[in-house]
């Protein structure tokens, strides 16, 4: 999966240089901060921020968590470091600081447990009916 958005976002870089067009040398240009947003969020993808974006800032440029996100479970794959770390939103935002997002950063907002028990609901449900008649069967036929 980290290999998958490895070169996901390898390709999105190479992409991205490809389409910038050379710009005039007298005018400074702000440079956009590229990240990319995966997982539980209304609109995955990758973005382009100005400035000096945060955490927050990206997660509401994808359209915000949906109701199925792990918030204490989110992954920063930061490029510039080649690191892995495990975010805790809830900590982020007590905190008053903000969490900033660095060109080639990859934000996974994984999918909550309940959430995939809740999905999964109908084969638990099935295989509960199926093992209680197997049950009910296997009484009936020892009286």
């Not at 007298?26 to 209304?42: C, D, K």
Request: no cysteine; net charge positive.
């Amino acid at each position: 999966m980290i290999r998958i958005v490895a070169i996901l976002a390898a390709v999105g870089m190479l992409a991205a240089a490809m389409a910038q067009s050379p710009g005039d040398a007298t005018q400074p240009q702000q440079l956009a901060v590229r990240a990319a947003v995966w997982g539980q969020v209304a609109r995955p993808g990758q973005y382009y921020l100005e400035g000096s974006p945060d955490l927050f800032e990206l997660l509401s440029q994808a359209g915000g968590p949906t109701s199925g996100a792990d918030l204490n479970g989110i992954v920063l794959l930061r490029e510039r470091d080649r690191t892995r770390r495990r975010l805790n939103i809830s900590r982020i935002a007590a905190s008053g600081e903000p969490f900033f997002i660095a060109s080639g950063d990859v934000v996974l907002v994984p999918e909550s447990f309940w959430s995939r028990f809740n999905r999964n609901l109908p084969v638990i449900s099935t295989l509960a009916v199926v093992a209680n008649l197997a049950i009910t069967i296997m009484l009936v036929t020892q009286r």
